[in-house]
């Protein structure tokens, strides 16, 4: 079965500093891996995706992500937060199989102090 | 602009009453989605759909039903059979066809039952 895991369900960091959010997955088939935020009391957005194209992906916001095939992991990162950074963030997977349809993780909550 | 509307954006209902969200999209994606979300449980399959007049059922169907009558549109129904209907739902939609199909989301609804 596929699944995805984030660790940790809340990080904070000061304005400044870097993030980094921690997806690990887990598949016998290579995943496509997707990053989406969420801004309070709204849907979700993509921020990057894997595609198997590169394993450095760079997505919207400075935000960047790296496909670790031997560590099953596509952390999300960015050198330096902004206040505007603070949101919940949310890694997926899907296959060539699926046609859509993703596995999602339970979300981790950024908090970014001033 | 494409993109997918949900409508409306917060409901009340009492308990006991059936209410249906609506979700539409001009994106003229094939697969539609319903998500549920709960604070620390990321997002939950209700039901999908990839083809008009056909949808499957997803984690958490029980207490739910859908219709795809039309390929923009796939509203979601809240039956009085569902246990714990507050909650924050998500619509989406993907392509089904290409080698990455990620999701697009509309801004959700709130539903509140008492």
């Known amino acids: 079965a596929q699944s995805v895991t984030q660790l940790g369900s809340h990080v904070s960091v000061s304005e400044g500093a870097l993030v980094l959010l921690r997806c690990n997955y887990s598949?016998?088939?290579?995943?496509?891996l997707f990053w989406y935020v969420q801004y309070p009391n709204q849907g979700l957005q993509l921020l990057l995706k894997y595609t198997s194209a590169a394993t450095l992906v760079k997505g919207i916001n400075g935000f960047e992500a790296e496909f670790k095939k031997s560590e099953t992991s596509f952390h999300l990162t960015k050198p330096s937060a902004h206040m505007s950074d603070a949101a919940e963030y949310f890694c997926a997977v899907s296959f060539n199989t699926n046609a859509g349809k993703s596995t999602f993780g339970d979300g981790t909550t950024l908090t970014v102090k001033p | 602009d494409g993109g997918i509307t949900q409508s409306p954006k917060y409901l009340f209902r009492k308990e006991g009453q059936n209410v249906t969200l609506s979700c539409e999209q001009n994106l003229n994606h094939d697969a539609m989605y319903w998500y549920r979300q709960d604070p620390g449980q990321g997002l939950r399959l209700i039901y999908y759909s990839q083809i008009v007049n056909d949808f499957q059922k997803g984690d958490i169907a029980e207490g739910y039903s859908v219709s795809r009558e039309k390929k923009e549109s796939f509203p979601l129904t809240v039956t009085s059979a569902q246990k714990n209907p507050t909650a924050f739902y998500l619509c989406?939609?993907?392509?089904?066809?290409?080698?990455?199909?990620?999701?697009?989301f509309g801004p959700g609804t709130r539903l509140t039952v008492t």
């Open positions: 598949s016998s088939v290579p995943p496509y």
């Open positions: 989406a939609s993907s392509t089904i066809d290409r080698v990455v199909n990620e999701q697009y």
